[in-house]
């Protein structure tokens, strides 16, 4: 069983970073991928960062890539994104999920956090 919970959401000017946090409970946390998603108002969820337990293998939707940086601490059992030049478009509500397996960009992870709040501005 893992349990995640998400921090640091908040409101940003655009061109603003933001860091996220996702403090994860369980002795195996350091076995699970864990990917972040993200869900704007009246959209579906959408994949933005996964990473292998490892931590050597790192995923990113297209439209993060090169603002975005998804790692992780296994020994705090934390993983973070760092989020960078944020656009108002980045507006949502940010998801952590960690599953067993492979890297993956789907929604299909078993664990999942509450949610934290990113709203930019413009």
């Known amino acids: 069983q893992v349990q995640l919970v998400e921090s640091g959401g908040g409101l940003v000017q655009a061109g603003g970073s933001l860091r996220l946090s996702c403090a994860a409970s369980g002795r195996t946390f350091s076995s699970y991928v864990a990917g972040w998603f993200r869900q704007a108002p009246g959209k579906e969820r959408e994949f933005v960062a996964a990473i292998r337990s490892s931590g050597s293998y790192t995923s ?4 993060v ?7 992780r601490d296994n020994a705090k059992n ?4 760092q989020m960078n030049s944020l656009k108002p478009e980045d507006t949502a509500v940010y998801y952590c999920a960690a599953n067993t397996g492979s890297v993956r960009m789907d929604g299909l992870y078993k664990y999942w956090g509450q949610g934290t709040q990113v709203t930019v501005s413009s």
């Open 78 to 81: 934390m993983v973070y994104l």
């Open 60 to 63: 990113y939707a297209d439209s």
């Open 65 to 71: 890539k090169g603002r975005f940086t998804i790692s």
